[in-house]
């Protein structure tokens, strides 16, 4: 587990020392996350607060948590296709698959920044809006919004493993992220909400873990829910879990061993 | 003998991407396959620096990625470090990479960064890690250049940076693919003689160097393999690889009163007038020796100033099994 961890800070403080030599851009990133805040204020106030899905919440927090959150959710989904496809790109990865590190570690590592940029992404977007703009955050069972947080990125990095396998082995094309990348806005409760669209797409969004997600981390943070009101939507994320973390790790370790016996590993 | 490393029987092949004009006409057409490898012995001494050699395409890159886990091999065994590359986790701490390629750094990140992001990831134990750059730095003289940019560093630089980082946890074996490859005359000398005097000399490393610089293997290496469409053609010391398939023996001479006269179980190859005196290549012909040349010079009333035996040279001896690949391929 030390080991682990080591690895983890290794690849954390290398980005951070990369992320903070481009000045502008880090500054341009930070300044876009209060702009971002800013307009969906204004922009809010242009939605009904009796549209149907906001279940009597606030357009602003509504929205406000359901970028939020995706944005955070997605880290898990792309960052690990990403990453692959970068240190591939430029020449890293073959200098870090020959270190003793095992690949898998290798591949987990990498993102550790951007799951912790993403974070704190939120945690502005939430002052913010409790500070700035005066949301008052009901959360009665922070169990629950623990789980339902834990719960979608293991089950989005289950997704984003399998979106990386395709990368390690078709170097472009991810037809997983492709699917999710669209999907995910409109189907995912996250900017539109479902019971505004058509009954064919309602049910579609029933069936998006993205969707199950929102109703959790907006029940738990606004809406006071607790963890017996959440408990279908966490079940199912768990079950999801259950399912696509092995097959995210299987897929990435049949990638790696494709990948080398046809000596494409590093290629891009 | 222990060897460092071992290739038995190694098979590679590669499969070539179809084009859309051939996955369009032919669907189900079997797709080309390239082989890289054709059942390669190969044993490496401890602590020699052993060179493949051989032209582009001979399958010297490959040999390297399956030696260092990069690729698997489809037939055949490797072994580094008595291990079997397929235990990968075993191998790996045992070998350093070294490439040819600027690009395996963090360009915005100092080269001591660098170093240390990469000490981390080869299981350098944390208190150690600052004291082990340190060392290393100074002997690949980079101490005044540790904390610019990588960006800012030139090719030779970045060279002795990737060397660096592959004794970063001090492995026995080293593995390197056309090290100076782009590198300028004086900076390849620099880093060939750092090979030869301190991985070598110094900490007495193994050495398996993949290069087509004829002049680098015969300055470095103990013995070497020519390599040629990915199957070995001619292994020994260099001196053995230079005189492979060579039953001519020829001689310089210089000699006054030289003329075209002289004659016996030898002929002249070439003849040019220096300092007043002719200098003479002679190639000895059937049981013909070196005698028989001496004497009909002398008979022919000639005086012999000088006599030594031509070497051949590394890059004849290659050249002549290019030259009979080609006559092969041809037939």
Redesign the interface.
């Given at each position: 587990m030390r080991?682990v961890l080591?690895?983890l800070?290794?690849?954390f403080?290398?980005d951070v020392?990369?992320d903070v030599?481009?000045r502008f851009s880090f500054l341009l990133s930070v300044g876009g996350m209060l702009f971002l805040v800013t307009g969906l204020s204004f922009f809010s106030r242009i939605v009904n607060p009796a549209t149907p899905g906001l279940d009597g919440m606030e357009p602003f927090p509504w929205m406000l948590i359901g970028l939020g959150f995706q944005f955070y959710f997605s880290t898990a989904l792309y960052s690990f296709a990403e990453k692959v496809r970068g240190e591939q790109m430029?020449?890293?990865l073959?200098?870090?698959?020959?270190?003793?590190?095992?690949t898998s570690l290798?591949i987990f590592s990498s993102t550790a920044y951007d799951f912790t940029w993403g974070a704190f992404r939120l945690i502005v977007y939430l002052s913010a809006a409790v500070f700035v703009y005066g949301v008052k955050l009901h959360v009665v069972s922070p169990l629950a919004l623990f789980l339902g947080i834990a719960l979608t990125l293991l089950s989005s990095a289950g997704i984003g493993l399998i979106s990386a396998s395709f990368i390690l082995y078709f170097k472009r094309g991810d037809p997983v992220n492709l699917f999710l990348s669209g999907g995910t806005f409109f189907f995912g409760n996250v900017f539109i909400p479902s019971k505004v669209l058509p009954p064919a797409a309602q049910w579609i969004s029933a069936w998006f873990p993205m969707a199950w997600s929102m109703k959790v981390v907006r029940g738990a943070l606004l809406q006071g829910a607790s963890l017996q009101d959440v408990a279908g939507e966490l079940g199912r994320l768990a079950v999801l879990t259950l399912v696509l973390v092995p097959l995210g790790l299987w897929g990435s370790r049949i990638a790696i061993?494709r990948a080398?016996?046809?000596?494409t590993?590093?290629q891009y | 003998m222990e060897y460092a490393i071992e290739g038995f029987q190694l098979e590679?092949f590669?499969?070539k991407k179809r084009s859309l004009r051939e996955l369009a006409t032919k669907p189900f057409g079997k797709a080309e396959r390239i082989e890289?490898l054709r059942g390669i012995d190969l044993h490496v001494k401890r602590g020699e620096i052993f060179g493949l050699l051989g032209p582009n395409g001979a399958g010297k890159t490959?040999l390297v990625?399956i030696l260092?886990?990069?690729?698997?091999p489809?037939r055949g065994r490797a072994v580094v470090g008595g291990q079997d590359v397929r235990h990968e986790?075993k191998v790996?701490?045992l070998?350093?990479?070294v490439?040819s390629?600027?690009?395996?750094?963090?360009w915005?990140?100092s080269g001591r960064?660098n170093l240390?992001?990469?000490a981390?990831?080869?299981?350098v134990p944390?208190p150690r890690i600052a004291a082990r750059i340190k060392e290393l730095l100074e002997r690949v003289d980079l101490v005044e250049a540790a904390d610019r940019?990588f960006s800012d560093y030139s090719s030779g630089m970045k060279q002795r940076l990737a060397v660096a980082?592959a004794l970063l946890?001090d492995p026995p074996i080293l593995l390197m693919d056309e090290p100076t490859r782009s590198l300028d005359p004086a900076s390849s000398l620099a880093l060939r003689a750092f090979i030869r005097d301190e991985l070598k000399g110094r900490d007495g490393k193994t050495i398996l160097l993949a290069t087509h610089n004829l002049r680098e293997a015969e300055v470095l290496c103990d013995r070497l393999a020519i390599l040629v469409k990915g199957t070995v053609r001619q292994v020994g010391s260099v001196a053995e690889v230079r005189r492979w398939g060579i039953d001519e023996r020829r001689f310089r001479l210089e000699v006054s009163n030289w003329h075209d006269a002289i004659s016996g179980p030898f002929h002249a190859v070439s003849v040019e007038r220096i300092n007043g005196l002719k200098r003479v290549i002679v190639e000895l012909e059937g049981d013909g020796r070196l005698n028989d040349v001496l004497s009909a010079v002398m008979v022919a009333g000639g005086i012999v100033h000088a006599c030594d035996r031509i070497e051949p040279d590394l890059e004849e001896a290659f050249a002549r099994l290019l030259r009979e690949e080609r006559a092969k391929d041809d037939a």
């Open positions: 080991r080591i690895k800070w290794a690849f403080y290398r020392l990369s030599s481009y430029m020449g890293t073959e200098a870090m698959l020959v270190s003793p590190t095992p290798v061993r080398k016996r046809e000596g590993l590093i | 590679k590669f499969v890289a490959t990625k260092s886990c990069l690729v698997l489809d986790n790996k701490p070998i350093g990479l490439n390629d600027e690009r395996s750094f963090y915005r990140l960064d240390r992001f990469f981390r990831l080869y299981d944390g940019r980082r946890h």
